[in-house]
């Protein structure tokens, strides 16, 4: 069974970074896409980020590109969106979720619960 | 403001169908694949419908998807309490080269 954790969420004041992780189990993390989503307070889904099998691509929504960064660690099944100059605007709910393919087939068929990012001064 | 349209919620009662909207272009669900996503607030979304109408393992045929020109729907039957929940479609955008999601819509089981 598929399980995703994410964590690293908490309160930054703006201009400052965050890294936030997920961990990732029951299945062969090495072999799929994987993506960042978050939820904006009464807002709805906005996709950040996502990264391919091995690494090699990647690609970031334009509201967040040149400050956040997707990576991973396939040896420890960990995925990673590292954030730089964060604004208020970028407090939401953030989801890990695993592609159905290797790279970007935009199909999310698993998701973490989230963690919880506040930028506020 | 979110590239595909859904209504903001609709309701029906217990046992009844309820149908969701969402209105994108040829960029995105005229062209590409839509999906759609179940989320209750505080839990994980959870994939109800890929590739316009098909439904992974575990998800009860209630629940259906189609596509025609720039605008998909999804299906939900038999309503039950436990479906009251935020419904979110999904695609890609070959434009804006981004994974693009409606605004949600609220499910209310009356």
């Known amino acids: 069974q598929v399980h995703l954790v994410e964590s690293g969420g908490g309160v930054v004041q703006p201009g400052r970074s965050l890294r936030l992780s997920c961990a990732a189990s029951g299945f062969t993390f090495s072999s799929y896409g994987m993506h960042w989503v978050r939820q904006a307070p009464g807002k709805g889904l906005e996709w950040v980020a996502v990264i391919s099998y091995d690494g090699s691509n990647k690609d970031h929504a334009d509201s967040v590109k040149g400050r956040f960064t997707i990576s991973r660690d396939n040896s420890k099944n960990t995925l990673f969106l590292q954030m730089n100059s964060l604004r208020a605007e970028d407090t939401a709910v953030y989801y890990c979720a695993k592609d159905f393919a290797y790279f970007n087939s935009a199909i999310l068929d698993a998701w973490g619960k989230g963690t919880t990012v506040t930028v506020s001064s | 403001q979110s590239v595909l349209t859904q209504p903001p919620s609709v309701s029906a009662a217990p046992g009844q169908k309820v149908t969701i909207s969402c209105s994108g272009s040829s960029s995105n669900v005229g062209n590409n694949y839509v999906s759609w996503y179940q989320h209750l607030p505080g839990t994980a979304p959870k994939l109800l419908i890929y590739?316009?109408?098909k439904r992974p393992s575990g998800i009860p045929d209630r629940f259906s998807g189609s596509k025609s020109g720039t605008s998909a729907t999804l299906g939900i039957t038999g309503l039950q309490t436990g479906d009251e929940a935020d419904y979110y479609c999904g695609t890609w955008d070959s434009s804006l080269s981004a994974l693009v999601f409606g605004g949600g819509t609220k499910l209310t089981v009356l």
């Open positions: 590739d316009n109408y």
